[in-house]
């Protein structure tokens, strides 16, 4: 059974600080989610990945295989970022989501 | 396309009672998804589509628990005698499913409370 543990579960920093969330899981997977959660439930994809790096503005994903561990980092981080940020290993074949329990990242002015 | 819809967004009912929620993935989506994710927690699959067929049911859908999406389209989760503990964010996610690794597309989910 696969099992994803996410760190920190609460995580506060100033505005502007270099923020990390890392993520482990236990088996094989086919793809590595990134997802963030604002109050309300709405769930956004950031990220998917299978190997290195990948950027999409200040948000930037990693993954190594070998370690079963993924980070996702936020430069320059702001306000409107906080949020929970959960990731999820997919699948191989039907790629149904197991998930993390989420990191809740408060961004203080 | 404005992505995956749910109905009704919120639901409040009576412990013992049926409720029906809606799911409309995005179009030409073959996957559908239903996930239930309580306080504090990360969702948890539940079940997934490969257009009308259900392939894959969790053990955390008792026989109360029943999904349908006829046609390929739109699906349905319907809890039946519903319990106390069924009270959670019941969301619905899509994806192309053409046998590649796809993006998910989460719905913004149903909440629902029973008393």
């Known amino acids: 059974k696969n099992e994803v543990e996410q760190s920190p579960q609460n995580l506060t920093a100033q505005e502007g600080e270099f923020i990390t969330i890392n993520c482990s899981y236990s088996?094989?997977?086919?793809?590595l989610h990134w997802l963030q959660q604002h109050p309300g439930g709405g769930i956004v994809s950031l990220f998917m990945?299978?190997?290195g790096k990948k950027k999409h503005g200040r948000l930037i994903a990693t993954i190594n295989i070998q370690e079963k561990h993924s980070s996702l980092h936020i430069t320059a981080s702001h306000p409107r970022d906080s949020a929970v940020y959960i990731c999820?290993?997919?699948?191989?074949?039907?790629?149904?989501?197991?998930f993390g329990t989420g990191t809740r990242l408060t961004i203080i002015p | 396309d404005t992505g995956v819809s749910q109905d009704p967004r919120h639901k409040i009912t009576k412990r013992g009672q049926n409720v029906t929620f809606r799911c409309d993935p995005i179009?030409?989506?073959?996957?559908l998804y239903w996930y239930r994710q309580t306080l504090g927690q990360g969702p948890e699959f539940l079940t997934y589509f490969q257009n009308e067929a259900q392939l894959e049911k969790s053990r955390l859908l008792s026989d109360r628990f029943s999904a349908e999406r006829p046609k390929g389209s739109f699906s349905t989760l319907e809890i039946q005698r519903t319990e106390q503990g069924d009270s959670a964010m019941y969301l619905c996610?899509?994806?192309?499913?053409?046998?590649?690794?796809?993006?998910?597309?989460f719905g913004p989910g149903t909440r629902l409370t029973v008393l």
């Open positions: 990945l299978s190997s």
């Open positions: 179009s030409e989506h073959n996957r």
């Open positions: 999820a290993s997919g699948n191989f074949g039907n790629e149904k989501l197991t």
């Open positions: 088996v094989g997977i086919s793809a």
């Open positions: 996610a899509s994806s192309l499913g053409r046998g590649r690794t796809d993006t998910q597309y």
